[in-house]
């Protein structure tokens, strides 16, 4: 279950114009966290990312389920019906939640190693067309905000000067 911190930061990035993605983004972050300091575990990076994007559509991240084809339709249809528990909000049954919550223990933490998260983030990126990434860097410059785009570009400089 999600904490109220990153509820609370969820929502603050819906303030600040930022994407679902970016929301949910505070949900996986969570999971991570979780994951590393050994609460339970995970069989790999793309589940314990996959846990942290249920939790968000669940506290009502408004995150469209996967393109047809991308993933199993079981994936689909679970990522719907979680989009659609966000909106009549009952409890699960603390007998289910139990029993996740044992499954997930007998899992191995290095799914949230930064190994294991490089190596999916990589596959992930391969994935995107040129595009597609090239949309995404101009959203995030549009929402960055003048302090923090400033600190990219002086990043960014100390990034060339030091490849030359």
Request: aromatic residues 0%; without cysteine.
């Amino acid at each position: 279950m999600p904490t109220k911190g990153t509820i609370k930061r969820a929502r603050r990035d819906k303030r600040q114009g930022k994407s679902a993605n970016t929301q949910a983004g505070e949900f996986v972050h969570d999971e991570i966290k979780r994951i590393r300091k050994g609460e339970h575990g995970a069989r790999n990076a793309k589940q314990a990312i996959a846990i942290g994007l249920s939790e968000a559509r669940r506290a009502g991240v408004k995150l469209p389920p996967p393109k047809k084809g991308k993933v199993s339709e079981k994936t689909r249809r679970q990522a719907a019906r979680d989009t659609k528990k966000a909106e009549e909000h009952t409890p699960v049954s603390a007998t289910r939640s139990r029993a996740r919550v044992r499954a997930l223990k007998r899992e191995s933490t290095s799914a949230a190693s930064p190994n294991a998260l490089s190596k999916q983030a990589h596959s992930a990126a391969r994935r995107r067309t040129a595009a597609d990434r090239s949309a995404a860097a101009k959203k995030a410059a549009r929402t960055k905000g003048p302090r923090t785009r400033s600190a990219a570009a002086r990043k960014a400089a100390r990034t060339r000067a030091a490849k030359s």
